[in-house]
């Protein structure tokens, strides 16, 4: 090969990487979605243990009541290309023990059941897959054997998060989403004279909006 020729073909290829690259950090957005919805909760044990008093353990039945207040929502920023990316999210979520007992005549996880995860993501076909990590911030408030504890804020344990979305573009900048995931979270709180230890596993449906900007 001719070098003229060797150097114009080495231009012309190191000129197309360049406007590859390019176009992948012009294609690179933030995004910025706040999302309502409800959830559906799996069945968990309940292990509840006080100073001086015998173990208790509750079959319990939760549930979410999104639109009663505090309501459930949804929060999310991220940055990402074509092919996926990285997001930050806070999920507002709320537990209510629906099957009380004498001793556990009250127990909920609703200012809230709060997930904030790191999450990456894969775009295929259109769908945005999810999969993320972090912790669980959780205010518990209860009255277990006749002892009230309004509660208060603390890092209760892990949370993870898988899910499947789509957006559905208005403008350039604006767009609609919907979302299905699963969450899972372990959390051991404080309870007036003891501690309560819970497992919550749940099925979400969510639809927002979203804006993204460069």
Do not use: C
């Amino acid at each position: 090969m001719r070098p003229g020729l060797r150097s114009r073909l080495f231009l012309i290829a190191a000129g197309a990487v360049g406007a590859a690259r390019f176009a992948t950090a012009q294609d690179a957005r933030w995004t910025l979605e706040a999302f309502a919805g409800a959830a559906a909760n799996v069945n968990t044990p309940l292990t509840v243990r006080q100073d001086g008093q015998p173990e208790l353990e509750v079959s319990a039945q939760w549930t979410t009541r999104p639109f009663t207040s505090p309501f459930y929502w949804n929060l999310r920023v991220g940055r990402s290309g074509p092919r996926g990316g990285w997001e930050l999210e806070l999920l507002h979520h709320k537990i209510y023990l629906d099957n009380p007992t004498v001793e556990v005549s009250r127990f909920e996880i609703t200012h809230g059941f709060n997930m904030v995860t790191l999450q990456r993501t894969w775009i295929r076909s259109g769908w945005v897959l999810r999969a993320g990590a972090g912790a669980l911030v959780a205010h518990t408030e209860s009255t277990v054997r006749g002892l009230r504890d309004s509660g208060s804020y603390q890092i209760a344990g892990p949370a993870f998060q898988v899910g499947v979305g789509r957006r559905f573009p208005f403008t350039r900048h604006f767009f609609g989403a919907l979302e299905g995931k699963v969450t899972y979270a372990h959390a051991k709180v404080s309870i007036e004279s003891g501690k309560a230890s819970t497992s919550n596993v749940a099925f979400h449906g969510l639809f927002g909006l979203g804006v993204a900007f460069p």
